[in-house]
């Protein structure tokens, strides 16, 4: 149980929360608490790669299971968002993909006034965090906390095929999304090792527990709110009780002797900022929220990667789906328990690839992910056939959403609108990305394997036909950042500071993919992990690694 006052209080233990409560704790002068709301996130379905079909459809204590506002471009739906909940946050739920994102990302956050933050800044801080099968080289590091593998299955068939299908289509072949050239078709690097599930908690969390006296990890803690006094945050109020059984338990307040420091999420961090009467002052007024700073940037700036999913029947029984049909499924779950052998080691997503959408573009806006099994919705609908789905990933979004209070309770749920489609270009962009997919496998390489195409079926060609299809059958594919954005304090959307303190507040700092400026062309975690390294060393007081020259 937390008591007394405490130098940080770091809100949230996913893949930031994580990283900071352990940098943090290194000085065993500091004394650090972490609060997490969900759970210790230790079932076998969470440590099982192929528990990830299951842990992304529904609303568990390891998945918050958010729903949208009906979405005005997507045919007024509201739309799924996973997001994990316990300790590793949703790097415990994630798809294990280990991408860092291009680096014209970076020196386009460093364009927009951010010193610090080109990818010759960062590249050290991913190096840092990273224990790469390969070894130490250029691009990758040795000896840190994140497990990062290739997978196990690159000799499968599909997999080989899809890369050479896309090279046969006039695509480069990649040998590293995350060294000198993202663009083109490749094998991904996972967060998996020996089999297991490496996420934020299992690196960061799990060698130090029970072994640092000056670290405190309360789970089951609903944050209520965050206590600031005289222009500084000194204090979190909180109940125990997950998944809403706090309700009525006394309300706890913890201080902050130096700073607390807020990891919740693109969606829950501006909701407790909200909740705190930072943000608009009229939004929160409405709420019957006394506005205590004013920042209108608070769950504004929401950007996500919207992803459609293209299926094919495969001719022959060499899909997931033949591995774990009917009482197969059983035998998988039992033999990983048992052993920790066969097809639970393995999350169906090995290979993929970055493209660009049009050929005069600086980087790729458009990723692939290719799953050796037929998925829909978010794994939802059950297609009982061997097959294998292209995701096609929108990397650039135009579009721009936010998240709000829905009241002021704080086990509501946030409000979440995303705003997909919002531009003619985000229409165009996934529309050419359809193509595309379909033209790479439609090749030869493919061929052995490839039966109809069942989703979403040959007959829809036209641009009206494949818009309507997208709006009816598009999704996230769970990258949400933005809602505290950095930025200078000159700018009236900013939220945070390049050194991730909210503006205008002292002893306060919000370190999640929140903060992130603009969306990067991939997957989020390795990022959102790679903030919190790099603000660890920011709060500490050491000087930021040397950047690569």
Same mark, same amino acid.
């Given at each position: 149980?937390?008591?007394?006052?405490?130098?940080?209080?770091?809100?949230?233990?996913?893949?930031?929360?994580?990283?900071?409560?352990?940098?943090?704790?290194?000085?065993?002068?500091?004394?650090?608490?972490?609060?997490?709301?969900?759970?210790?996130?230790?079932?076998?379905?969470?440590?099982?790669?192929?528990?990830?079909?299951?842990?992304?459809?529904?609303?568990?204590?390891?998945?918050?299971?958010?729903?949208?506002?009906?979405?005005?471009?997507?045919?007024?739906?509201?739309?799924?968002?996973?997001?994990?909940?316990?300790?590793?946050?949703?790097?415990?739920?994630?798809?294990?993909?280990?991408?860092?994102?291009?680096?014209?990302?970076?020196?386009?956050?460093?364009?927009?006034?951010?010193?610090?933050?080109?990818?010759?800044?960062?590249?050290?801080?991913?190096?840092?965090?990273?224990?790469?099968?390969?070894?130490?080289?250029?691009?990758?590091?040795?000896?840190?906390?994140?497990?990062?593998?290739?997978?196990?299955?690159?000799?499968?068939?599909?997999?080989?095929?899809?890369?050479?299908?896309?090279?046969?289509?006039?695509?480069?072949?990649?040998?590293?999304?995350?060294?000198?050239?993202?663009?083109?078709?490749?094998?991904?690097?996972?967060?998996?090792?020996?089999?297991?599930?490496?996420?934020?908690?299992?690196?960061?969390?799990?060698?130090?527990?029970?072994?640092?006296?000056?670290?405190?990890?309360?789970?089951?803690?609903?944050?209520?709110?965050?206590?600031?006094?005289?222009?500084?945050?000194?204090?979190?109020?909180?109940?125990?009780?997950?998944?809403?059984?706090?309700?009525?338990?006394?309300?706890?307040?913890?201080?902050?002797?130096?700073?607390?420091?807020?990891?919740?999420?693109?969606?829950?961090?501006?909701?407790?900022?909200?909740?705190?009467?930072?943000?608009?002052?009229?939004?929160?007024?409405?709420?019957?929220?006394?506005?205590?700073?004013?920042?209108?940037?608070?769950?504004?700036?929401?950007?996500?990667?919207?992803?459609?999913?293209?299926?094919?029947?495969?001719?022959?029984?060499?899909?997931?789906?033949?591995?774990?049909?009917?009482?197969?499924?059983?035998?998988?779950?039992?033999?990983?328990?048992?052993?920790?052998?066969?097809?639970?080691?393995?999350?169906?997503?090995?290979?993929?690839?970055?493209?660009?959408?049009?050929?005069?573009?600086?980087?790729?806006?458009?990723?692939?992910?290719?799953?050796?099994?037929?998925?829909?919705?978010?794994?939802?609908?059950?297609?009982?056939?061997?097959?294998?789905?292209?995701?096609?990933?929108?990397?650039?979004?135009?579009?721009?959403? &936010?998240? =709000?209070?829905?009241? /002021?309770?704080?086990? #509501?749920?946030?409000?979440? !609108?995303?705003?997909?489609? +919002?531009? $003619?270009?985000?229409?165009?962009?996934? &529309?050419? =990305?359809?193509?595309? /997919?379909?033209?790479? #496998?439609?090749?030869?390489? !493919?061929?052995?394997?490839? +039966?109809? $195409?069942?989703?979403?079926?040959?007959?829809?060609?036209?641009?009206?036909?494949?818009?309507?299809?997208?709006?009816?059958?598009?999704?996230?594919?769970?990258?949400?950042?933005?809602?505290?954005?950095?930025?200078?304090?000159?700018?009236?959307?900013?939220?945070?500071?390049?050194?991730?303190?909210?503006?205008?507040?002292?002893?306060?700092?919000?370190?999640?993919?929140?903060?992130?400026?603009?969306?990067?062309?991939?997957?989020?975690?390795?990022?959102?992990?790679?903030?919190?390294?790099?603000?660890?060393?920011?709060?500490?007081?050491?000087?930021?690694?040397?950047?690569?020259?």
């Amino acid at each position: 149980m937390a008591d007394g006052a405490f130098d940080y209080i770091v809100i949230g233990a996913g893949s930031a929360g994580a990283v900071l409560a352990a940098r943090l704790s290194e000085d065993p002068q500091m004394r650090v608490l972490l609060l997490e709301a969900g759970g210790t996130n230790t079932s076998v379905l969470v440590r099982m790669p192929a528990g990830v079909g299951t842990l992304i459809k529904q609303k568990s204590k390891h998945n918050w299971g958010f729903w949208s506002e009906p979405e005005p471009h997507m045919d007024g739906r509201r739309m799924w968002h996973p997001r994990g909940k316990g300790l590793g946050g949703s790097s415990a739920i994630n798809g294990m993909v280990y991408i860092r994102g291009h680096a014209r990302d970076y020196d386009q956050w460093r364009q927009l006034g951010l010193d610090g933050w080109s990818y010759a800044d960062v590249l050290p801080y991913f190096r840092k965090a990273e224990d790469f099968a390969g070894g130490k080289t250029e691009f990758h590091g040795a000896g840190g906390p994140l497990k990062v593998n290739w997978g196990e299955k690159s000799g499968h068939p599909l997999y080989r095929g899809i890369i050479e299908a896309g090279r046969q289509a006039g695509h480069k072949v990649t040998p590293d999304f995350n060294g000198a050239d993202q663009e083109g078709f490749g094998r991904y690097q996972l967060t998996i090792n020996d089999g297991q599930r490496w996420s934020a908690a299992r690196g960061y969390l799990t060698p130090i527990a029970g072994t640092r006296r000056n670290l405190s990890v309360v789970t089951g803690a609903r944050v209520h709110r965050i206590v600031v006094a005289n222009g500084r945050a000194v204090g979190v109020e909180y109940s125990l009780g997950s998944n809403g059984s706090g309700r009525g338990k006394p309300v706890q307040c913890v201080r902050a002797a130096r700073e607390v420091l807020l990891c919740a999420g693109a969606f829950q961090s501006p909701q407790i900022l909200q909740l705190s009467g930072i943000g608009d002052p009229e939004k929160l007024k409405g709420h019957g929220i006394a506005p205590v700073h004013a920042l209108k940037g608070v769950g504004e700036n929401l950007q996500d990667h919207l992803d459609v999913t293209l299926n094919w029947a495969c001719t022959q029984p060499v899909s997931l789906y033949n591995e774990i049909r009917g009482l197969r499924q059983l035998k998988v779950g039992l033999q990983y328990m048992l052993t920790g052998k066969g097809t639970g080691r393995q999350n169906g997503l090995e290979a993929g690839a970055f493209l660009k959408s049009r050929p005069d573009l600086d980087r790729p806006d458009l990723q692939i992910h290719f799953v050796i099994a037929i998925m829909q919705e978010h794994a939802k609908v059950q297609v009982k056939r061997d097959g294998f789905t292209l995701h096609v990933c929108q990397l650039r979004p135009e579009s721009r959403g &936010r998240v =709000g209070l829905v009241n /002021a309770n704080p086990y #509501a749920d946030p409000s979440i !609108l995303t705003n997909f489609l +919002g531009t $003619e270009e985000d229409r165009r962009v996934v &529309r050419e =990305g359809i193509r595309m /997919a379909r033209h790479v #496998a439609a090749q030869d390489a !493919l061929a052995p394997y490839r +039966g109809e $195409e069942i989703w979403p079926g040959a007959h829809v060609q036209s641009d009206d036909e494949i818009d309507a299809w997208v709006r009816a059958k598009g999704e996230t594919i769970y990258h949400p950042v933005g809602t505290a954005k950095m930025g200078l304090p000159s700018d009236p959307t900013a939220v945070v500071d390049k050194d991730c303190k909210v503006i205008g507040l002292e002893g306060l700092r919000v370190v999640d993919a929140s903060v992130i400026p603009l969306l990067i062309g991939g997957n989020t975690n390795a990022p959102t992990i790679m903030i919190a390294e790099k603000i660890a060393d920011v709060i500490r007081g050491r000087e930021a690694l040397a950047a690569v020259a």
